[in-house]
């Protein structure tokens, strides 16, 4: 995790309650375009190195702080990090059916969302300073960045007073992660059209193919038969087999993959990433403390995708 996150950076360490080191940090932020931080709010301004304390050496700086709840508000002085803006946020609780307590999302997703926000507001804020000369303080509070994730479900509550749960217990029947014989597939037939496609010319299915069953209302009064159909059809074919067919036919559907699978039937999605590229570079091997930790890091397929005769073959990286 470390390489992957930090690939192609330079560090130094400081002791910010060592005076020498903070005023080596001020130094760094004097000369820099950007400083981030994820520190309590209002602990760095007690060490002197708070948003206005660095502006006053440097007005053209983006100061940009990521926290749980922001610098200000009830709750900006509680402590937290991923699952807890989850949980407050109420993505925890839309993500859990009914019959089950809240599930947390996977991958610490909020976090890197907040990075994503944090660097568009960073952005932006160097576009600006072209006109203005003037830094700004970029405030990213993961718990709004879990409030923007759930555009759909607030008009929703907003309008209808509808609280979301797992959405395939409120989506219409068809819509769901089914098992195959060899594995899962996940089936999106939002669309009526969709929907037609599926029960007609894949499946041939001589009850759901009547017209009637393509509606919406029929979908979601009779999503127990529609599931508990679909799910008897799948058990009897093979996963890419029903994806090929299925995706011939203009239904959206798409095996549920593992990563390590994932990255080597796709290698070349392996070559595009900037992450992947710097770490198969022989300087990342060097810091990594030898081609071995690369191997530990890649799957063999994306191995293979990162080898000089690979690149060439793929025209160079993308």
């Known amino acids: 995790m470390f390489t992957y996150l930090n690939r192609g950076k330079k560090s130094v360490t400081l002791d910010l309650t060592n005076a020498v080191d903070r005023q080596r940090l001020r130094a760094l932020a004097g000369r820099a375009d950007v400083l981030v931080e994820d520190r309590q ?24 702080s990521i926290t749980p709840f922001g610098q ?27 019959t089950r307590r809240p599930a947390m999302a996977p991958y610490e997703l909020l976090s890197q969302l907040a990075c994503l926000h944090a660097a568009f507001g960073a952005l932006v804020a160097l576009r600006a300073r072209r006109a203005t000369g ?37 989506s219409v029947g068809g819509v769901n992660t089914y098992r195959c014989r060899d594995g899962y ?13 599926l029960v007609q010319d ?10 009637e069953w393509s509606t919406r209302r ?11 159909s679909i799910a008897a059809y799948l058990t009897t074919v093979e996963r890419n087999a029903f994806v090929e067919t299925a995706q011939r036919a203009g239904v959206p559907v798409i095996p ?11 290698p070349m999605v392996v070559l595009s990433s900037p992450i992947l590229r710097n770490m198969s570079s022989s ?22 995708a990162c080898t000089p005769r690979a690149r060439r073959a793929a025209g160079g990286w993308r």
């Open 41 to 64: 709010p209002g602990e760095l301004a007690r060490l002197g190195l708070g948003y206005e304390d660095v502006r006053r050496l440097h007005p053209g700086l983006v100061y940009v």
């Open 72 to 98: 200000t508000g009830m709750y900006s002085g509680h402590r937290g990090g991923d699952l807890i803006a989850q949980a407050t946020g109420g993505i925890m609780f839309a993500n859990g059916d009914h």
């Open 134 to 170: 003037a830094g700004q303080h970029i405030d990213v509070s993961r718990q709004e960045v879990v409030l923007y994730c759930q555009g759909c479900y607030i008009p929703r509550y907003a309008v209808q007073y509808e609280i979301a749960r797992r959405e395939p217990l409120m």
């Open 185 to 197: 597939v996940n089936v999106a037939p939002f669309m009526p059209r969709h929907f037609t496609r």
């Open 202 to 211: 894949v499946m041939h299915h001589p009850v759901l193919s009547d017209p």
């Open 218 to 228: 029929a979908r979601l009064e009779r999503r127990q038969v529609i599931d508990e």
């Open 256 to 266: 549920v993959e593992q990563f390590r699978r994932r990255a080597a039937r796709l």
């Open 283 to 304: 300087s990342a091997r060097r810091a990594s403390s030898g081609a071995g930790a690369l191997r530990g890091v890649l799957p063999p397929g994306a191995r293979r």
